[in-house]
């Protein structure tokens, strides 16, 4: 069975797509899937740091795609899981010199070989996201739940939908249960409301998010931390298991479907 | 019913979380249609103007909004009373208003009725549309005191 290849876009930057590919990756790759994450954002190269694979770079994107080097030596092998790669971004070259049409040329031969290939998309709606769209088999859309993030999140998906690789799916990251609970914030339910896509994450806020990039460990690693567990799920979602919700006291639907109990439905 | 249940899970939508899904769903509809409220108001204005000049609508009772399914499916959905009584404006601008319009749009039309008509005049140069402009101007205000 050739491989998926899922693409974690978002419109607006610093909403969480390099958290949630790292994390994702690392979970894909602790359900036992053979998993190659793809760093899209030319020129600010992150998806290393944030795995703790910084030191490791010899060769990038850009040198694969200009045939300097073989696909199998410029892949990056994660220290702890023996089948999760990362392919970085070069960092001091134009998004201009990675074409779609690489990136659909590059990821089918990755295809062959991995169960899932993720892709890190750069913030914004120009190449690097067109780069990033193109060979794409599944969308997800990170949000936060703040108006400016959610605004994006529309403008992207309508992008999505045009370019025909919808409807995707959401990931919902940032959430402040304590703050939606007190009506200052925009719940799963709200932004659910207003997008009108499935969601497949609703990460909370969680500190341990910073120590992990910190560390250069995924947050998926550690335990106790519930946003690690929210992106473990998300990762057996894509994984096709049919996952509940964390109670972060604000499930999607909840409310809905206690307003359908009382209303005898 | 939902503020019940608000109530008693302690979730007030009161708050600053319903204002951002408010304005959100605001400016979504007009992301969407590419269309800014601005303009919309405007285009609102034109529409019953050109109403006016064939019957009397009553202005306060006048609805124009527009309604999303979602992102692929807008409706521009309007409720515009008629007056029961048909008297005088109505008719004799309805003939008048075609031939003058040009003129009526110098003459009647304030500074920012102008301004306006300039703003849009790169996408309207071929049919601009003829509204009498005092009309157009004064349905605009109203909506914008509503808003
Ligand atoms: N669930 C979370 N809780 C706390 N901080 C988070 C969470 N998700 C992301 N962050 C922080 O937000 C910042 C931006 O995240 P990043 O993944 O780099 O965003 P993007 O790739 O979309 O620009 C980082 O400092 C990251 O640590
Ligand atoms: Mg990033």
Redesign the interface.
């Known amino acids: 069975m050739a491989g998926k290849v899922v693409t974690v876009s978002s419109g607006k930057g610093g909403v969480g797509k390099t958290t949630a590919t790292a994390n994702l990756g690392t979970s894909l790759a602790s359900l036992g899937k053979k998993v190659v994450v793809i760093d899209a954002d030319i020129g600010l190269r992150n998806l290393d740091v944030i795995m703790g694979l910084e030191n490791r770079i010899v060769y990038d994107l850009v040198d694969i795609v200009e045939g300097r080097s073989k696909l199998r030596q410029s892949m990056i092998k994660h220290k702890k899981f023996e089948h999760l790669y990362l392919i970085p971004a070069a960092q001091t070259r134009d998004k201009m010199s990675v074409s779609p049409e690489d990136m659909v040329k590059l990821t089918d031969e990755l295809r062959e070989e991995f169960d899932y290939i993720l892709i890190d998309s750069p913030a914004g709606i120009e190449r690097g996201f067109r780069n990033a769209l193109e060979p794409a088999d599944e969308v997800l859309i990170v949000t936060n739940p703040e108006v400016s993030a959610v605004r994006d999140a529309d403008r992207i998906i309508g992008l999505i939908e045009a370019a025909e690789k919808g409807p995707g799916k959401l990931i919902i990251n940032r959430l402040k249960t304590d703050l939606v609970e007190r009506g200052e914030m925009l719940s799963s339910d709200d932004v659910f409301d207003i997008l009108g896509l499935t969601i497949v994450g609703i990460i909370p806020e969680d500190e341990l998010v910073l120590s992990a990039s910190n560390s250069g460990v995924p947050v998926t690693l550690n335990e106790e931390s519930k946003a690690g567990q929210a992106f473990n799920n998300v990762a057996r979602r894509i994984a096709g298991e049919d996952v509940p919700f964390m109670n972060l006291n604000d499930n999607p639907g909840f409310f809905r479907r206690l307003v359908g109990l009382f209303n005898g439905k | 019913?939902?503020s019940l249940?608000?109530r008693l899970?302690?979730?007030?939508?009161?708050?600053?979380?319903?204002t951002?899904?408010d304005?959100?769903?605001f400016?979504?509809q007009h992301?969407?249609i590419n269309l800014p409220p601005e303009r919309m108001e405007q285009m609102k204005a034109e529409i019953l103007a050109v109403i006016a000049k064939y019957l009397v609508v009553d202005q306060e009772r006048v609805e124009m909004a527009l309604e999303q399914r979602?992102?692929?499916h807008s409706k521009l959905v309007a409720e515009i009373p008629v007056a029961k009584e048909q008297h005088g404006p109505a008719k004799s601008a309805a003939v008048p208003a075609a031939q003058n319009s040009d003129s009526a749009a110098e003459n009647g039309a304030n500074d920012s009725a102008k301004a306006r008509q300039k703003e849009s005049e790169h996408d309207t140069e071929d049919a601009k549309p003829e509204v009498k402009a005092d009309h157009a101007d004064d349905v605009a205000e109203e909506k914008k005191e509503k808003a």
């Open positions: 019913m939902t249940l608000s899970f302690g979730r007030s939508r009161k708050g600053s979380g319903t951002a899904k304005r959100l769903r400016v979504l992301d969407r979602d992102r692929m």
